[in-house]
């Protein structure tokens, strides 16, 4: 490797973490005849000194993929939980077995099943899945530092009416309409991350993340039916605003969503009229809305925003 | 065209047809305060005498796919009710529009919509995608023939237990292991045509397709949690028996479903043992189970079958 | 399972098949320094009796899925060449060893690899994925009749002008106008059929179904750039016609084929002309024009084309 | 608003942007008869002051994303010449055009097309979909401060041989055997920043941004191929070394690759030996390397880098 150290002598390793990615776990509990399901994609990846394996193809420092994968494995023998406990378990395993191994970032998707109803009554164990959105959590350890931050994605809402996009600025390339009767509709992928002290090990909270998720996914979806819409702006901050209030333990609530444009048809080519019923659902282009609503003070997010797509 | 006819003299159009698809069409019923909400991809395909246009580039008969996506449109105006319907609509207005247009091919998904719950009740005009299966339809005609053929796609179920797989005949490739306590999972694709009298106009019967869309999803679920599974083919008739057991309107159910494998996960290496709790899902190769349920005497299908994708 | 069958003796078993779908299987031929790599996507469906496993969850005929799997891996050592000649010996082979598996279906895709320039040349062992179309191929077997249909899909083309469409009829749902210069864009997805003679053991000619994919794909091509497109069915004529004159092997070609719109962008209430240069590609609906070309005399294709999809 | 003012009192308004994704871009130049293509995805996203529109629905500041969508055409009116290029005029324009817009995020991905051949010459105005990499760029101003980065993803690489893995950690969840000839595969998806002074409207350089991205291309391809590969991580150090040192105007390169698993199946139980010939490529889990090389003295990247997903 000595000709390659002196060929690039100026040029070195930057911010840099590997891992395994979408291994997915299924775990049932049968410890009665009233199994339960988890259904979770997991990526573990870690970050420390692993300069030698790039510059030098030196693999000592490098935990195999394949044994991050055979990890979750092994931990999800020993149950699940929420998707939260689970990744904070192999944070702390990862950072505290291998020692040049000093932080990392643990992500997983969960996907929800209910039971099926058969006779009346949701069967023992066969289930549906869920569909709707998607639940994510991202642990984020670096050094003894812990963030953690929980989301969902895919959560397709639509209001019919109550939208409005009026008073706009205009230029010579404006040629929308004002309208004050609108379809709004978006797919929100939100994310919320926990304070600091809420998480820490000796935190005065003890957060049930599972019944957080159920209640701030209630409380987005109420938040978007209220009131009058100027703008998907502001729904997104009433949304956020009432997570915020009922979530003291929650320090912000960050989101990216499509405008997902529906065109009201123009059918009076053919002799009818359109008042706001039909509509043309549009793929492309389509807006963006991406907003972040915070506490005035939090508590210090350090690198746990990183590498999470679509939000600035 | 002279040159072109003279040297394919042997070569004649087939089989075609030609149309708009995915003409995405949401309709809001606002008679009220409390909104409905339909939302439907539509595909319109035309068959007839269009022979002029692949030879000769003569378009005299060529119904713009234009035009047929705004008749989708039009006719949306006037209510949808149900994919089944709408598509017959369709069907007629082309086929009796257009000397030519002998017949063709509608085709419909259906993306249900549930009201959001805020503040304990489901809200008047503010809705969530549902999520799970999507709901489809084709209505085929063929001069005065009409096939109808409903189904849904992406319902994905799982057994956690009362699966089994033994008996199977082994050869030289045969590394299978048999097990008697296995997953059974699967994302259910069914179809199921009408019988054609009971959709003609005159017919004796008058279909609700949008009750028996859930009625036949209820009972595709129920016989899938039925009894101990010996293969998923067994399944599949358990559930198409359901089917055909209460709807006599129903000629045949056909299946198109993979085998999504969940393999126990060897913990042996790591110290620990696995009762079945911790499986890997797999997503390539997957097993894939065709399978036509029918009654001994059904109505003649036809051409109605053709070009659905994944059923034998 | 006396109980099932006296509940549904009016109920039968159709049409089926099943077996392993999506066998990824990557061969490399490393004789020499300088390798070769073929790299596809196989499935593998058995059709014969198979309805005591249906009716009775008996597998005693069940040839296993996994089975299916371990052979494509199995034959991939003694080479793949070409995709319909391995598939040819996949259905030979499980025909002949099966009494029960009468017949059957076997599919591909292949992806194409070209060596990594470097340093001037193609490298011995470096691949880059050539991307542009994907390579299929189907072998379908019934008794002692065997056939088999090649095909592309994914072959993106444009043409940017001599392509119009007008003279098409009006009626009270037509708003499109006529254009004599537009942009002309498909996704190709092309079939075609050998003759069975051609196929064959004894056959009279030998075919070389590599070489023949790499000129069909060059004539379709071709087909596209010539002359003025009065109608897109027009030029899949052209383009099926070119095919059909080269290679009398070949018994008939089918297209699927979206319309692929470009909307020529009205510049006009910015100040700016718009000389047919600047568009909006829509992605839905889409046009889409399935049509089959073929000889006048053609060897029957039997069951060749069923579970194809998008074809009529 | 006043009573929403009052209840989130402490929740404010954190990063935002919003805009158009997603325009699709279709330019064509036709000052002679041999056209020329270029086509885009093109996504504007404006930040500056828009916390009126968030929290009272306020929209005097809230530039339509219909209007961004709009310029995007007008703007190709005048010819793109360069992704890059195109993005900084549209950067210029919108931070210049509206006081209260102080920066923003253009990005876009290009589309490679080329020319058919058509009796033995690429043809004047036909064109086909080149496939392989698709080609990005994200132009960041932030007041005056302007960042360029290049990339291009999905360039999906293979070499059959000349790579391995050993050396590395074991613990109890490592069951990885250790292996010295095996199949590396990899979708490269790299991005290279631009020193801010080559770019700076009176920097010293002048930057060809086209031929500077086919020759990076070139040079990470020909870096994957040569030498043995004792590890991924190691193959990327190679790779954005060659673009390093014959690239001053460029800063740094990152990687986000995945590991793409070719597993050399076992074929002792069917009496057959595999010496690295027939192998399963997977699908997941698989190996995710991210890795960031760059100069020992790099310009400020300011927030260039935000919101690149999968980088570290």
Known sequence: MTENTTENSKIVLGKNQYGKAEVRVVKITRDTGR????????????RGDFTAAHLDGDNAHVVPTDTQKNTVYGFAREGIGSPEEFLIRLANHFTSEFAWVTGGRWAAEQYAWERILAHGEGHDHSFVRKGQEVRNAVVTKDGDNLYVISGLNDLTVLKSTESGFVGYPKDRFTTLQETTDRILATDVSARWRYNNDAIANGGSRSIDFNKTYDD?????????????????QQTLFQMAQKVLDAHPEIDEVRFSTPNKHHFVVDLTPFGLDNPNE?????????????????????????NAWDGIAGFC
Request: a negative charge; hydrophobic letters at 40%.
């Open 35 to 46: 199994h339960e399901i988890e259904d979770l994609s997991v990526t573990s990846q870690l």
């Open 216 to 232: 701030v996914r209630a409380l987005l979806l109420e938040g978007f039916t209220e009131g009058y819409s100027y703008a998907l």
């Open 278 to 302: 039909v509509f043309y659902a549009a793929d492309r282009p389509y807006g963006l809305i991406e907003a972040n609503f915070e506490r005035e003070t939090i508590s210090d997010p350090g």
